[in-house]
């Protein structure tokens, strides 16, 4: 029997789609996850000839990469249930190829919400056609002297904010802005990206506290890029640096001006960690499931592994976790779907809860597993490794924590 879903109202079109990404994660994403996590050097991960592109060119021939698009942009129209989904699945796939993917569709899905409508015909419709996976996006935001606790500052015009400013810089020269600076290693795609979706700090307003986002194609003059980054976990996430050397673009490819950048930065922190929240339910339903099928299986003191209550114990604790992670994530998501602004700490709350559940249920399932749980010969090796990197992921946890209590104590007296 596979895996129920407590939600007794799934639709079933919903049913349906979950059955279609299912078997996408379990005969696209899971194989080649693996794959990837053998390549000797992340360059190999990124290799023309490399599976990684055939999972981005199917995952496009099925369109999810329209999930992000307004239905007027020709994208899926899915509800937020549809959306948790869809991440928990592609979660349960590989958490490096579910990233890969969402942070590939940021700087598009930010176009077609508040770019112009020269831009958004300029970049977001042939991203919308591309079933050829050319075009690959990033969110350009975290920098080497800039890490997850700078991102919810920078930018902020709220009443005791320190002034921190982003070292990538935006100056208006005429009609064009000017772009210098660089962003971290750690930047998802980074290294393969066509278009960033860059967070800089602006100069020359007479406000230090101004910052921006960009639309920014990655084949400007002035623009380069560093090697892959090689890594514990996710090591199907290709990432890397830009780096910024007065590059000259139009004024248009300003999409988010100072005036509503913190409001902006709170709905993609929203979404982001939101998203982060479902993808990691299904690294930990992964987990857990890798676990059960183990414990049924294995014979250990002469009855089976699920026979002994210490592992029954266990196991079931394992379950109540990922069943909490994938409550909460949904209840966060559809709340913010229909809260405008969104609220970011119940996102964060969600991002920060269920990635700590991928990795203690990872963690049980490796000891469960016993010396095999430690052997690349078993998928559990892989998600442990997945898992960790998402403590960090997206925001630390512990920054991310007090980016929450902050926002909680200045909504609530
Ligand atoms: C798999 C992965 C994918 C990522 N994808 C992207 C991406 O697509 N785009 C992007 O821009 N970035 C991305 N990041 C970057 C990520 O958001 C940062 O790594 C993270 O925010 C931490 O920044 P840092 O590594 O510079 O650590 P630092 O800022 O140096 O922090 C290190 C540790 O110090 C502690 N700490 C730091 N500041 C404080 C504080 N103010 N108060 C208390 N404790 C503190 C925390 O424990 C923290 O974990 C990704 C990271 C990973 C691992």
Redesign the pocket.
Known sequence: MSYLDLNPNLTSEQLTLKEEVRRFASEVMRPAAEKLDKCASPADVIAKDSILWDVLRQSRELGYHTRVLPEALGGLALSPTDQNIISEEMGWGSA?LS?CMG?GTMPYAMAAMFGSPELIEEFVIPFRDDTKAKYVG?????E?E??????LLIGSKREGIPLIRHDTRAKLDGDEWVIRGQ??A?????TIATHALLHTSVDGTGDERDAALFFLPLNLKGISKGKPLD?I??RD?N?GEIYFDEVRIPKHYMIVSPEMHEHVLDMILAGANGGMATTFTGVARAAFEEALKYCKARVASGKTLAQHQLVQKRLFDMFTKVECARALARAVNGYNAQTMPPEPHYAVAAKVHNTQVAFDVASDAVQLLGGNGLSKEYPIERIFRDAR??L????????LT?GGARYLLERYS
């Open positions: 490096g990233v942070a990033c969110w350009a935001i975290t080497p800039h890490g997850g606790g700078d991102q962003k971290a750690w930047v998802s795609n980074g890594k976990g996710q996430l990432q990197a998402a960090i992921e997206d925001g630390d946890n512990d920054t007090l």
